[in-house]
C-alpha cells in the first residue's frame, strides 16, 4: 500500500478509537458560534460568512496541533521519522489524514452555522460546502507543516497558531471567504477568487511537501 | 557495517559526540557502555538519522552515507529506543503492521504476527497496545527493531523491564541476527558474554 494511504489509515483509525480531537474541536467550534449568535446585535455582519471562517481557521488549527502535539509527546513522530519513507511522503501522509478529520469538522461546523445563523447561502450551500472542503486544504498544509516544527518546543501549540494563522489569514482564508461571500451576495467575484484559493493551496501543498525534504 | 570517522555531534555548547572513530563489522556484537550523558544514546540516534551529525569525514552504514543517503540507511537500521513509541489506540498487530507497511514490507498483516510470536507475544497481538506493560513494549519495540531485516541493529538498552523468559528470547534472537552477518550495537550498563566486545564512552569519546 502506498505509504500516504498507509498514514492516512492510521490517522482515521487513531482519532475514530479515541475522539479526542474532532470531539473537542467540534465543542469548542459550537461555542464560538454560539459566542458570535450571543454577542451580536449588528444583524450586517451576520451578512458575510466570515464568522463560518473564524470557526473553522481557529478550531481546525486547533485540531491539526492536537495531532501533532499528540505525535510528538508519545514519539510516535519519531516511529514515521525512523522508517524508509520520503519526508515529503511523510508531510502529505500527515497532511492527508488530517485533512480528512478537517473536512468531518468543517461538516459539522457548517451544520451548526446553519443551525444557528440559517441558510444565507441559499441555493448555493452545496458550492459554499465544497468551498469549505477545498479550503480545509491549504489550512491542513499550512497546519501541519507549523504545527510538526512547533509543537517539539516548549508552547509549541502558542508558536503554532502565531505562524498559522497570519500566515492563512491573509491567503487561504481571505480568498475562501471573496468565494463564499459571493456567493451569499451574488457577485461576479466567486470564479476569482476560487482560483486564488486553489492556487494558495497548490502553493502550500508543494511548498510544505519540498519544505519537509530539504529540512532532513 | 558500520564506519564513522572523526564523527562529531553537539547540543547548543555542548559537545556530546567528540570526534569519534568506530568500524563495526558484520556480525559482531558490540557493547557499549558509559555514565549517563555519556553520549550512548545520542551516538544511536544521529546513526539512525533521528539526529543530524555536526560534521564528520566518514559516516557510512553497509557503505551508504549518512547525509547522501538517509532512506538508505533507515531502510537498513533497526531501532530499539529506551522507551519504545507507539499508538496506544492500536492493537500490537495493528502497530506493527503500520511499521511494515510504511517500509514497504509485502503481507505486512502475517509478517506481523510472525515476528509477534518470536518475541512471545502472540497471544497479545490484538489488544490494545496501550494496555500494554513495560515488558510487553519492550518486546514489541525489539519485534519493530528486527522485523524489516535490517543489517544493522542499534538496542539502547533493550532488556528494560523485561522478565527473565523476555530477557532470553531477546538474547536468542540478538545471537540469531549476529550469525546472519547483523551488526549489532548494546547501549547495557553490562557486557553480556555473547558480545564480541566493549566499548565505552566518556564524556563524547572513546576511551
Redesign the interface.
Known sequence: ?N?IM??IR?EL??EF??LQGIVASAMLSFMILMSFKFSMYDNSILEGSGILWSSILLTGLGLITHISTRESE???F?????????RYQLFLGRMTGSLFLLWILSTIIMILYIILFENQFGNDLFLAYFVVLVGCIGLSAVGTLAASTATPLHGGWMITSLFAIPTLLFTVIEAAIRCTDSLISGSSDFELAFMLLVLYNTVFVFGGAWLSEIS? | MIKLRAFSKSFGPRKVLRSLNLDIESGEIVTLIGNNGSGKTTLLRTI???DSPDNYRTAEINGFDLRSD???I??RVG?L?H?P??????TGV?NLR??L????IGDAESTARNFLAQVGLISFSDDLSGNYSRGMIQRLGFA?AIS?TPTVLLLDEPFTGLDAKGIEILEELLIKYSKDSCSIILVSHQTPSYSTRTIKLERGEII
Open positions: 500500500m505509504p498507509v498514514l492510521k483509525k487513531v478509537r479515541s508519545r514519539g510516535t519519531e516511529l514515521l521519522k525512523l522508517s524508509s519513507i520520503s532532513d | 539512525n538519522t533521528l538517509p532512506e538508505e533507515r531502510s531501532y529506543s522507551n513509541p507507539f499508538y496506544p489506540e492500536l495493528e503500520l511499521w507497511e510504511l517500509n514497504s519493530m524489516h
